[in-house]
């Protein structure tokens, strides 16, 4: 299909000697909003590291498609160049790298065309203002320093400077305040378009409050109990998990 963007096909991964997915169904079109949520230990994050095929996790069957291509066995330079984007749950810091330099490097990786610095600087000056970063962040060592928002409004520059076809944010939204839950709720307003499309990984629902979400999909024990709308999200913020049981 045109528009069809992603799509896992029956996966089950290990980490490890421990099976951690059971069989994964998963598909994305362009111009998507989709939300994985489930309790802790239930596969979340595993699902994202398998889609950008980490060798920590092992996939024992099933396979990823991205734009009609199968991905499932590529490296994650590979993957990152097909157009996928991962902000990390606890990103890393890097000594010596600025963030201007950090988001340069990436860039032109990604695009494999040189960079126009001054073009280049500009926009990543506007974004950073969009999001509240101080300007003088630029300059500073990536992520060095940081607070847990910074590094999580920095993960959300990234995405921004280098517009991936899909974004994957696993745990966004973990230990933010209120006020940085907005700025980066802002930011994947920013992004989204109908040529790209955007999966959340979240156990919690308050980055969700002010976005249009168009599929919930409810991991319990390393499988998809339920896919739904928004009403997922309402009924999981009133009951908790209680209600999706796996198996």
């Known amino acids: 299909m045109k528009n069809e963007l992603l799509q896992i096909n029956n996966l089950h991964v290990n980490a490890g000697e421990k099976q951690i997915l059971k069989g994964i169904d ?3 079109n362009k111009g998507e909003v989709h939300v994985i949520m489930g309790p802790n230990g239930s596969g979340k994050t595993t699902t994202a590291n398998a889609i950008f095929n980490n060798p920590e996790y092992k996939k024992i ?12 066995n590529l490296s994650p330079d590979e993957i990152a160049r097909k157009g996928i984007f ?16 950090f988001l340069k ?4 990786k990604i695009t494999g065309e040189p960079v126009k610095i001054f073009k280049f600087k500009e926009e990543v000056k506007q974004k950073m203002n969009e999001l509240q970063i101080k300007p003088e962040y630029s300059e500073r060592d990536l992520n060095v320093g940081f607070s847990g928002g910074e590094k ?14 899909l974004a994957i944010l696993d745990e966004t939204d973990s230990g933010l305040d209120v006020d940085a839950i907005n700025v980066v709720s802002k930011g994947i307003e920013m992004f989204k ?20 979400v168009d599929f919930v999909h409810v ?12 009403e997922i999200i309402k009924d999981i913020e009133e009951n908790g998990y209680k209600n999706y049981k796996g198996e």
Not at 61 to 72: M, V
Not at 88 to 93: M, V
Not at 153 to 161: A, D, G, P
Not at 193 to 211: E, Y
């Open 26 to 28: 998963l598909k994305i």
């Open 152 to 165: 999580k409004k920095n993960e959300i520059l990234q995405m921004l400077v280098l517009n991936p076809k």
């Open 219 to 230: 991991l319990v024990n390393g499988k998809v109990v339920k896919t739904g709308g928004e």
């Open 61 to 72: 069957e099933g396979n990823i498609i991205f734009e009609n291509e199968d991905i499932t």
């Open 193 to 212: 378009n109908k040529d790209n499309a955007v999966l959340i990984i979240t156990h919690n629902a308050k980055i969700l409050k002010s976005l249009k």
């Open 86 to 101: 991962m902000s990390f749950q606890l990103p890393e810091e890097i000594p010596g790298i600025s963030v201007t330099n």
């Open 105 to 108: 490097t990436a860039k032109n």
